[in-house]
T-cell receptor, first 110, second 115 residues
Framework: SQQGEEDPQALSIQEGENATMNCSYK?????LQWYRQNSGRGLVHLIL?????REKHSGRLRVTLDTSKKSSSLLITASRAADTASYFC??????????FGAGTRLFVKA | EAGVAQSPRYKIIEKRQSVAFWCNPI?????LYWYQQILGQGPKLLIQ????????DSQLPKDRFSAERLKGVDSTLKIQPAKLEDSAVYLC?????????????FGPGTRLTVL
């Protein structure tokens, strides 16, 4: 597996706004996972998108995958203070190892 | 369903001392992982077990770190002797099976401070 690079490194928005963070990777993948880490619940798996999928939804989360551009984005709609966390992407090339990047730090102001 | 348990939650030691962390994965999960997370960085995989066998320990500093998973259930990670740069949060995770599609479930971590 390879490490994804999240962008931006940090993001600050107002409650109610949408937050978009991006992930780029270098080689072909089988799937890509997004994780969230905050002080309250620790590191939690959010969503997995397979290479043959272009978009996936889970509640207020929307993940897209563009394999031609080797990139993925995570959109959080109508953000809440509780969404304040670090978000990590983990692209998988077929191995069993999950490699985390440095993450995007999201701060949602109430 | 009980989550991944880790202890202790916090540990402060002096350099050159030894320390051990314990992890109890979710019942029935065959795969167990130990990660090291330094402040401001993402978690880095140290070692991965499938039942009681090691799948990957390529990033484990074997001169000072050791880990075992006797009986394929809970696991301990040991550092001996500790260095200042070992200050980090040590996360344990488990998954049902070893698969590229698996979801990992993480414990709360042990925050280690080496003085």
């Amino acid at each position: 597996s390879q490490q994804g690079e999240e962008d931006p490194q940090a993001l600050s928005i107002q409650e109610g706004e949408n937050a978009t963070m991006n992930c780029s990777y270098k080689t072909s993948i089988n799937n890509l996972q997004w994780y969230r880490q905050n002080s309250g619940r620790g590191l939690v798996h959010l969503i997995l998108i397979r290479s043959n999928e272009r978009e996936k939804h889970s509640g207020r989360l929307r993940v897209t995958l563009d394999t031609s551009k080797k990139s993925s984005s995570l959109l959080i709609t109508a953000s809440r203070a509780a969404d304040t966390a670090s978000y990590f992407c983990a692209p998988n090339t077929g191995g069993f190892k999950t490699i985390f990047g440095a993450g995007t730090r999201l701060f949602v102001k109430a | 369903e009980a989550g991944v348990a880790q202890s202790p939650r916090y540990k402060i030691i002096e350099k050159r001392q030894s320390v051990a962390f314990w992890c109890n994965p979710i019942s029935g999960h065959a795969t167990l992982y130990w990660y090291q997370q330094i402040l401001g960085q993402g978690p880095k995989l140290l070692i991965q077990f499938q039942n009681n066998g090691v799948v990957d320990d390529s990033q484990l500093p074997k001169d000072r770190f050791s880990a075992e998973r006797l009986k394929g259930v809970d696991s301990t990670l040991k550092i001996q002797p500790a260095k200042l740069e070992d200050s980090a949060v040590y996360l344990c995770a488990s998954s049902l099976v070893i698969s590229q599609y698996n979801e990992q479930f993480f414990g709360p971590g042990t925050r280690l401070t080496v003085l």
